[in-house]
């Protein structure tokens, strides 16, 4: 089939490079146009885009969905449908283009977990299971017919970044296989219930504030669930950390909430409602991330 992939970060590419070695025809990439960042503001690609150029693709990176020009692009180009996989949310006159439609690949078992950030969501709230789902696209955000879902566990210790790793790959899997579903004409949907059970909005900086007055499982999972990005943070000493990974000690009832005990050398711990959280790795502001008895050697602790 002839294809317009849609797609920006780095877990759309795997799909993509799955989808062409599958045998279908990528007439085009559409991507976020390319945007200054780093501490020289330089202008970056996107990891799609760089896929795209590496591999001779049509790229094409429209400011405005609507804008004219780019719908007239697509409209020359006739694909047979259109994959898209964490981009922006389409308008109509751009989902509805292809014969087949626009399908899309969402991290989560919908109809949980619609929204911006499924994968720090379900670790943060404790699942036990993730998994992905391809989707025909209509008006409301992740609501169309469900084509194809594939469960994944999520374990004790899994982190946001394992499970994005996890469900891109087999993100990938499920996208040909829907779009091998979609050209042999083999396939049923499933309707999505009105309401979803759990939501997925985007995280800001004060959802990454850890609240020590919790229980040890709930701050436990809030680490995984935003590490390594954007980080589950607190204070030491007046100065914000980022902690990556920890593990807990439940061992009843506390006062002392965010608390920080330490020899100096080997453990770091916060107090936390019923326990502890033993802080593995973690980053100064200001310094690299390193292990904590790492960062123990360098830092003069005080009591």
């Not at 990439?29 to 885009?49: E, I, L, N, Y």
């Not at 993730?130 to 004790?156: A, N, P, R, Y």
């Not at 909005?201 to 609240?211: E, V």
Request: glycine share 6%; hydrophobic share 40%; proline share 4%.
């Amino acid at each position: 089939m002839k294809i317009v992939f849609l797609g920006t970060p780095e877990f759309s590419v795997m799909a993509l490079d799955s989808i062409i070695k599958a045998g279908h025809e990528v007439a085009a990439v559409v991507t976020m146009p390319d945007k200054p960042a780093g501490r020289g503001m330089q202008f970056q690609q996107s990891a799609v885009k760089k896929y795209a150029l590496d591999h001779h693709l049509k790229v094409l990176q429209p400011e405005k969905l609507r804008d004219e020009q780019f719908i007239s692009e697509l409209r020359e180009i006739n694909a047979d449908i259109q994959v898209v996989i964490a981009f922006r949310m389409l308008p109509e006159v751009v989902w509805s283009m292809p014969k087949y439609g626009t399908i899309n690949l969402h991290a989560s078992l919908l109809p949980d977990y619609r929204g911006a950030a499924p994968i720090n969501w379900a670790i943060i709230n404790g699942d036990t299971k993730s998994g992905v789902c391809t989707f025909l696209l209509k008006h409301e955000i992740d609501t169309g017919d469900i084509l194809l879902k594939q469960e994944v566990e999520i374990g004790e210790s899994t982190s946001a970044g394992e499970l994005h790793d996890t469900l891109m790959q087999v993100g990938a899997e499920v996208v040909v296989k829907s779009l091998e579903m979609i050209e042999k004409g083999n396939y049923q949907t499933e309707a999505q219930p009105k309401f979803a059970g759990k939501l997925a909005p985007k995280i800001f900086k004060q959802d990454c504030q850890i609240d020590w007055s919790k229980s040890c499982s709930s701050i436990y999972n809030l680490i995984r669930g935003l590490s390594p990005y954007p980080a589950a943070h607190s204070q030491l000493h007046a100065k914000v950390i980022k902690i990556f990974k920890a593990s807990n000690e439940i061992i009843g009832h506390q006062n002392d909430f965010g608390k920080a005990f330490s020899d100096g050398k080997t453990y770091l711990k916060f107090a936390c409602s019923d326990g502890y959280i033993l802080v593995n790795e973690l980053q100064l502001e200001g310094k690299k991330r390193m292990l904590v008895d790492e960062f123990l050697r360098g830092y003069k602790w005080i009591d």
